[in-house]
Each structure stands twice: as structure tokens, then as C-alpha cells.
Nanobody, 124 residues
Framework: QVQLVESGGGLVQAGGSLRLSCAAS????????MGWFRQAPGKEREFVSA????????YYADSVKGRFTISRDNAKNTVYLQMNSLKPEDTAVYYC?????????????????WGQGTQVTVSL
């Protein structure tokens, strides 16, 4: 059973940066895509970004495009989310997700394994 562990969350001022990491342990996904989602209090979990196994295909939500960058290191079974120019509306619990499918998806229902989440708080 694959497990995902996120790290890198925290409190940052608006305009600042954070880098989230998601390490996969156990049986590694073979040719699987990875994604990041977030959930703010009282809101549904929403798509943030996704990346294919090769790293060639990357998707971003419109709200983070140009500010966030997703990447992965398959040798380390780790996916990253570099978040720059953070805004208070980026405040949420960020979740890493892994899919057995090779094509990344914006739908949370396409992902098979989820991490426990890491809190990101952006203050004014």
C-alpha cells in the first residue's frame, strides 16, 4: 500500500513563498500521475495542480497559474509544489494525491491515494 506524506506547510506573509513536498513510500506508482488539491474551511476540496509521470504534462488551476509550479523527482518518489506570491486566499489544507493513471487529471475522483494534508496559512 502506497502512503503519501506531505511536508513544507506553514505560516507565511502575503507575497511570500513556500515549497510543499510529497513523499511516496511503499510500492511506488508505476507511470502514475500526481496532483495537489486544497481545501479551505467550509469549502469543497479543489484542484490546484497535476503532473504526469514524465513531468511533461502539467495542469494548473487558473487561480494559481503563474504563481505555483509543480515538479517531481521520480528517483526520490517525491512531488513538489513551489508556491510564490502567496495570497490570503491560498490559505487551506493542501493535499497530495497519486493516481495509477498516467494522464494527470483535474478531478479528485481520478486519484487513488491521498496524503494527510499540510496546513498553509497566508497572513496579510
Amino acid at each position: 500500500q502506497v502512503q503519501l506524506v506531505e511536508s513544507g506547510g506553514g505560516l507565511v506573509q502575503a507575497g511570500g513563498s513556500l515549497r510543499l513536498s510529497c513523499a511516496a513510500s511503499g510500492r511506488a506508482f508505476s507511470r502514475g500521475s500526481m496532483g495537489w488539491f486544497r481545501q479551505a474551511p467550509g469549502k469543497e476540496r479543489e484542484f490546484v495542480s497535476a503532473i504526469s509521470w514524465s513531468g511533461i504534462t502539467r495542469y494548473y488551476a487558473d487561480s494559481v497559474k503563474g504563481r505555483f509550479t509543480i515538479s517531481r523527482d521520480n528517483a526520490k518518489n517525491t512531488v513538489y509544489l513551489q508556491m510564490n506570491s502567496l495570497k490570503p486566499e491560498d490559505t487551506a489544507v493542501y493535499y497530495c494525491a497519486a493516481s495509477y493513471g498516467s494522464s494527470p487529471s483535474r478531478s479528485r475522483y481520478e486519484y487513488d491515494v491521498w496524503g494527510q494534508g499540510t496546513q498553509v496559512t497566508v497572513s496579510l
